[in-house]
Nanobody
Framework: QVQLVESGGGSVQAGGSLKLSCTAP????????MAWYRHAPGKERDFVSS???????RYAGSVKGRFTISQDTAKNTLYLQMNSLRHEDSAMYYC????????????????WGQGTQVTVSS
């Protein structure tokens, strides 16, 4: 069982920043694409960002220019730096790992964390 563990969520005012982290077994970073998804109450789970094995990054249009995905393989950690947060960014954020093809589909990711809550007050 692959265990992904997210952290870094919390409550912040609109315009603020948060940095999410996701730790995973080391072999995951060399064999899987990684992604962040989010799920707000009453809405579908949405793609946020992904990073492929070759380092290619992709973002949902709603977060492009505000969020940055990165990884530190020495620390076995995936990050999501979130700046200029908006109320509509409030959601449970999930880390995912898998083949990552296609990068935008949740079915491309076989392994999921338990999530970390982000709440942005306006």
């Amino acid at each position: 069982q692959v265990q992904l563990v997210e952290s870094g969520g919390g409550s912040v005012q609109a315009g603020g920043s948060l940095k999410l982290s996701c730790t995973a077994p080391g072999y995951i970073f060399s064999s899987c694409g990684m992604a962040w998804y989010r799920h707000a109450p009453g809405k579908e789970r949405d793609f946020v960002s992904s990073i492929a094995i070759n380092g290619t990054t992709r973002y949902a249009g709603s977060v492009k220019g505000r969020f940055t995905i990165s990884q530190d393989t020495a620390k076995n950690t995936l990050y999501l730096q979130m700046n200029s947060l908006r109320h509509e960014d409030s959601a449970m954020y999930y880390c995912a790992a898998g083949r990552g093809i296609p990068w935008y589909s949740s079915y491309a990711y076989a392994y999921w964390g338990q999530g970390t809550q982000v709440t942005v007050s306006s």
